[in-house]
Nanobody
Framework: QVHLVESGGGLVQPGESLRLACAAS????????MGWYRQAPGKQRELVAT???????NYADSVKGRFTISRDNAKKMVYLEMNTLKPEDTAVYYC???????????WGQGTQVTISS
């Protein structure tokens, strides 16, 4: 069974940092591409960053140089370090696990990130 739980969201001021964490349960983790997506009010959910089991990363242009995704396969954790946050980063952030091999596309419940002065 796949279970993803995000944590670490909150309200911060522009320019500050936050670290999101996603705890995964299930044996799928080592096989999955893990990702962070976000959805702002009135907008579609969009990719923020992904990381393969081998550590290859991919970022949306809007977060390159500011956000860093990482994973700990032993702990089944995925992290998103977010620096120099901007108001436009405000959204609900979702953890995702995907694997074509396992026919998997699972989502966490989301964590709210709000950037405001």
């Amino acid at each position: 069974q796949v279970h993803l739980v995000e944590s670490g969201g909150g309200l911060v001021q522009p320019g500050e940092s936050l670290r999101l964490a996603c705890a995964a349960s299930g044996s799928f983790f080592v096989f999955a591409v893990m990702g962070w997506y976000r959805q702002a009010p009135g907008k579609q959910r969009e990719l923020v960053a992904t990381i393969t089991r081998g550590g290859t990363t991919n970022y949306a242009d809007s977060v390159k140089g500011r956000f860093t995704i990482s994973r700990d396969n032993a702990k089944k954790m995925v992290y998103l370090e977010m620096n120099t946050l901007k108001p436009e980063d405000t959204a609900v952030y979702y953890c995702n696990a995907a694997s074509g091999q396992l026919n998997l596309n699972a989502w966490g419940q989301g964590t709210q990130v709000t950037i405001s002065s």
